[in-house]
């Protein structure tokens, strides 16, 4: 946990992202990233210069095969942190797949699912947005972006929503994603699995084994994706200028 409570504090300080008297909502999805950011923040609130307050919103998508038991463990684990917990009841899953019958579903149940976060958070009094994003994610999503859409692009360390007044934070940018299923799986947290169809078969899958295809021919692929994308004087990504 120490690895990653150390890279979490570095992304912190270096974007800015918590100031005294935030009220942080993480965004629970139940995965292991999810999770862990959830625990990671949890004890770096024990030792954060700036005090903040921590809770917890899980859009739950009205998926049949969601298993009860895993939520309730989810629950479990926020209240033995001293984490308030709120499950928002939606049915973005019946609208995407039985309504639309969405053929790639993805990027609407992004948005949809961050609407209802972004509602909750103004319907309980308004706060900063906690996303688990990791360092593989970033590096998928600048690919991505360059393959589909034919531009250099990718998600920012912080943002500001305007239609919504919420702010946004991704404190686990600079954690690869093998250290964190390490830490999840050597700490025994509580996941929920995803019964979602398109599981393990969208779009960001596809390119996720494309990096590892082109890592075992070049090792370093994925550290100077990296690299090129946290230091944008390289390559223009001005929304990661510190």
Request: net charge neutral; with cysteine.
């Amino acid at each position: 946990m120490q690895k990653i409570l150390s890279a979490m504090r570095r992304a912190i300080q270096d974007y800015k992202m918590i100031a005294d008297g935030d009220r942080i909502f993480v965004g629970l999805s139940g995965g292991k990233d999810s999770v862990l950011l959830l625990n990671a923040l949890a004890a770096y609130r024990r030792f954060s210069p700036e005090r903040f307050t921590l809770e917890a919103v899980t859009i739950d998508m009205g998926l049949k095969d969601t298993k009860s038991e895993e939520m309730a463990a989810l629950s479990a684990n926020c209240a033995s942190l001293d984490v308030p917990h709120h499950i928002i009841k939606t049915d973005i899953a019946e609208i995407i797949f039985e309504a639309r019958k969405e053929s790639n579903p993805c990027s609407l149940c992004a948005k949809m699912r961050r609407g209802a976060l972004n509602s909750a958070i103004n319907d309980l009094g308004g706060g900063k947005l906690a996303l688990g994003h990791n360092a593989d994610d970033v590096a998928e999503t600048m690919l991505m972006s360059l393959l589909y859409e034919g531009r250099f692009s990718c998600f920012a360390p912080t943002a500001y929503m305007d239609k919504t007044g919420v702010s946004l934070i991704r404190p686990f940018i600079y954690i690869e994603e093998c250290d964190i299923f390490s830490t999840v799986k050597r700490l025994e947290l509580p996941i929920v699995n995803n019964p979602c169809p398109m599981n393990h078969v969208s779009k960001r899958e596809y390119v996720k084994d494309l990096i590892k295809y082109i890592s075992k021919d070049i090792p370093f692929a994925k550290d100077r994706i990296l690299g090129a994308i946290y230091h944008p004087e390289r390559s223009g990504f001005d929304s990661w200028k510190k």
